[in-house]
């Protein structure tokens, strides 16, 4: 399996920058795109689709929200922070299978 | 728009098995993968499979194979999950979500609660 790794949490500022790391311990390139996609998750809610193959913004979504990296490192950038963005932000590989990161719990100071 | 919705919370006694539903409109759905996930807290989420409405066709995690079994019934858009031999192991919130290639899960049920108690 593809295992992939977040920090736990991450406290920013309102109005700052939140980024939020997921590193895999096998590439998830494959013939020209990155199988790295971006969820988040609020309490008592399930999760929305961010950002797919990387640096995909999906439907709806504003663009504070962005994403990047290739390989075994990404990046899911949110800039500026608003308070509605507390939430949980998992990342989820779908090159072998479909794993998911153990999620990074963002709390905005 | 795109909806999901999941049938409600279940309380099952160990070693039961369930049936939980996931009503789909808005979209195509003979022509749409569907996933399932399971989410415990703080281990996180883990996929369970998807099956492809058009044919039936499944694909398992290896995990799940022998305790959760994916159907469908396109004339109601529905896509449904038995889950069988329940254990405290099972509890979780279960989800359904449209899944679309490169296997991204775009939309989202509301989740079911399964709680497995004697």
């Known amino acids: 399996d593809i295992v992939l790794t977040q920090s736990p949490a991450l406290a920013v500022s309102l109005g700052q920058r939140a980024t939020i790391s997921c590193k895999t311990n096998?590439?998830?390139?494959?013939?020209?795109?990155?199988?790295m996609h971006w969820y988040q998750q609020k309490p008592g809610q399930q999760p929305k689709l961010l950002i797919y193959?990387?640096?995909n913004l999906a439907s709806g979504i504003p663009a504070r929200f962005s994403g990047r990296g290739s390989g075994t490192d990404f990046t899911l950038t949110i800039d500026p922070v608003e308070a509605d963005d507390t939430a949980t932000y998992y990342c989820q590989q779908s090159r072998n299978l479909l794993t998911f990161g153990s999620g990074t719990k963002l709390e905005i100071k | 728009q795109v909806k999901l919705l999941q049938s409600g919370a279940e309380l099952v006694k160990p070693g039961a098995s369930v049936k939980l539903s996931c009503k789909t409109s808005g979209f195509t759905f003979s022509t749409s993968y569907m996933s399932w996930l399971k989410q415990v807290p703080g281990p996180s989420i883990e996929w369970i499979g998807w099956?492809?409405?058009?044919?039936?066709?499944?694909n398992y995690n290896q995990k799940f194979k022998g305790k959760a079994t994916l159907t469908v019934d396109k004339s109601s858009s529905t896509a449904y999950m038995d889950l069988s031999s329940l254990t405290s192991e099972d509890a979780a919130v279960y989800f359904c979500a449209r899944t679309t290639p490169y296997y991204v899960m775009d939309a989202w049920g509301q989740g079911a609660s399964v709680t497995v108690s004697s």
């Open positions: 193959l990387a640096s």
């Open positions: 096998q590439n998830v390139d494959y013939y020209g795109n990155s199988y």
């Open positions: 099956i492809y409405a058009g044919d039936g066709g499944t």
